[in-house]
């Protein structure tokens, strides 16, 4: 069974602290997405990467920073994080070649 | 301007009967897809179906097909025969350009509840 799994289900952190997200594929997928959801505006890209290295920003890219030194990780930093960035986020892998995204089961952060 | 509208926050619909959620999508991209995806309240997006803009016939997958109408840019889901399981959020999105791009711009979604 393909899965996409993330660090924690919830996260509750302080404002200012730096927080790590972290998301593992096992379908070696060349792409992987971050996202953030909340209620009313659906979900939007935060950043993605095409391949090993590479990323790009989406179109939330503000207060995130992403890191992928490795196929299957793909991890979200929020360097100092802010009461604004309470949501859940969501990260996703697809293949290169096209097709639908996969999705993992969330991570609801809380910045106090 | 937003790419995908879903106009419906909500719906209740009455077990085994059919339900369709709504879509509108805005591009001027010829070569394009449209996906739709459940989310149950345990978080995790489940794929349900995808219609790409070339297609001539509308996708089905088992009780899901989808409604597609190119010239009016609508890509409703049509849900048969509800089941209690069926209740979640449910969204829709769209791929721009061609299978190789990479960007899904998603609806604000529809929440369904299913009524025994």
């Known amino acids: 069974d393909v899965k996409v799994t993330q660090s924690s289900r919830y996260l509750v952190k302080r404002t200012g602290e730096k927080v790590f997200l972290e998301c593992v594929q096992d379908?070696?997928?060349?792409?992987m997405f971050w996202y953030r959801q909340d209620p009313g505006l659906g979900l939007r890209l935060i950043y993605f990467?095409?391949?090993?290295?590479?990323?790009e920003k989406g179109d939330i890219p503000e207060g995130y920073s992403v890191s992928r030194e490795k196929k299957e990780r793909f991890s979200l930093i929020l360097e100092s994080a802010s009461t604004n960035q309470t949501s859940m986020y969501l990260c996703?892998?697809?293949?290169?070649?096209?097709?639908?995204?996969?999705f993992g089961p969330g991570t609801r952060l809380t910045v106090l | 301007a937003q790419k995908i509208t879903q106009t419906q926050p909500g719906m209740f619909v009455q077990e085994k009967e059919a339900v369709t959620l709504d879509c509108t999508y805005d591009?001027?991209?010829?070569?394009?897809?449209l996906f739709w995806y459940k989310q149950p309240s345990s978080g995790e997006m489940i794929f349900l179906i995808y219609?790409?803009?070339?297609?001539?016939q509308n996708a089905t997958e088992g009780r899901y097909s989808l409604n597609f109408q190119k010239a009016r840019k609508s890509a409703n889901l049509v849900i048969s025969a509800s089941q209690l399981g069926d209740s979640a959020m449910y969204f829709c999105?769209?791929?721009?350009?061609?299978?190789?791009?990479?960007?899904?711009?998603f609806g604000a979604g529809t929440t369904v509840t299913v009524r025994a």
């Open positions: 996703a892998s697809r293949n290169s070649g096209g097709g639908e995204q996969f």
């Open positions: 379908m070696d997928h060349e792409n």
């Open positions: 990467s095409y391949d090993v290295k590479m990323k």
């Open positions: 591009t001027s991209d010829q070569s394009y897809g």
């Open positions: 219609q790409g803009s070339y297609d001539e």
């Open positions: 999105a769209m791929r721009e350009g061609d299978s190789n791009d990479y960007k899904l711009s």
